[in-house]
């Protein structure tokens, strides 16, 4: 079954550095999302983008944010300078054209020191 | 605008008993509804939605769910409780107001808790 991944899973880093998170939707899927989820809180959408640009965005989805489809199959999410409360699990999503259910990547932790 | 209030933040039952983990929701347009589970590390998994079609959805491992316009409830629910579904539920809902992007909004989640 298809399936959204994500990389890495993990991903440490000093603020003030910058961060890009990798996403691979699934294949025929046209909207990608991203979400985080800060500990112990819910998840928060954060931007999606559709046809090379971003659709809709949220507060927290500020000018230190951007994203990015630099080819036919990847979708990453760059963090400039990056924050401690920018700490967090982010998670790609995408969706077929026009449909609602939208597909979960496992996630990447980021940890902001 | 749109929002999704789960009233329990903790559900713990024992194992073969009911599951009732309760949503309410508010929505501008006909709203999509969605359950999602996620396991302790992993990433977030449907378990069911519902898209203006029966009210009474079925999901996978036994959940189901029912939307009730007039109560704004979509409450979701097991008959008999299994150790595996130990994890935290989202209940979320998605503005069909005529965009076509369909952005989700999450509840704050209900951790399930199954004792043997």
């Known amino acids: 079954e298809p399936e959204v991944t994500q990389t890495p899973s993990h991903q440490v880093t000093q603020m003030g550095q910058e961060v890009i998170l990798r996403c691979v939707p699934i294949s025929n899927h046209l909207y990608f999302y991203w979400y985080r989820q800060i500990l112990g809180q819910k998840v928060e959408f954060l931007v999606s983008f559709y046809n090379n640009e971003i659709s809709e965005k949220s507060e927290i989805f500020d000018d230190q944010f951007s994203v990015e489809r630099p080819d036919g199959s990847n979708f990453t999410l760059k963090i400039r300078s990056t924050k401690l409360e920018d700490s967090a699990m982010y998670f790609c999503?995408?969706?077929?054209?026009?449909?609602?259910?939208?597909?979960f990547g496992p996630g990447t932790r980021l940890t902001v020191l | 605008a749109q929002s999704v209030t789960q009233l329990d933040s903790h559900v713990s039952v024992s194992e073969g008993t009911p599951v009732l983990l309760r949503c309410n929701y508010s929505?501008?347009?006909?709203?999509?509804l969605f359950w999602y589970v996620q396991h302790p590390n992993k990433g977030l998994q449907l378990l069911l939605k519902y898209t203006s079609a029966a009210t009474l959805v079925k999901g996978i491992n036994g959940f189901e769910a029912e939307f009730k316009k007039s109560e704004t409830s979509f409450h979701l629910t097991k008959p008999s409780a299994h150790m595996s579904d130990a994890a935290e539920y989202f209940c979320v809902v998605s503005d069909n107001s005529g965009g076509s992007n369909y952005k989700l909004t999450f509840g704050k989640g209900t951790l399930l808790t199954v004792n043997p």
């Open positions: 999503a995408s969706s077929e054209v026009g449909g609602s259910e939208q597909f």
């Open positions: 929505s501008s347009y006909s709203p999509s």
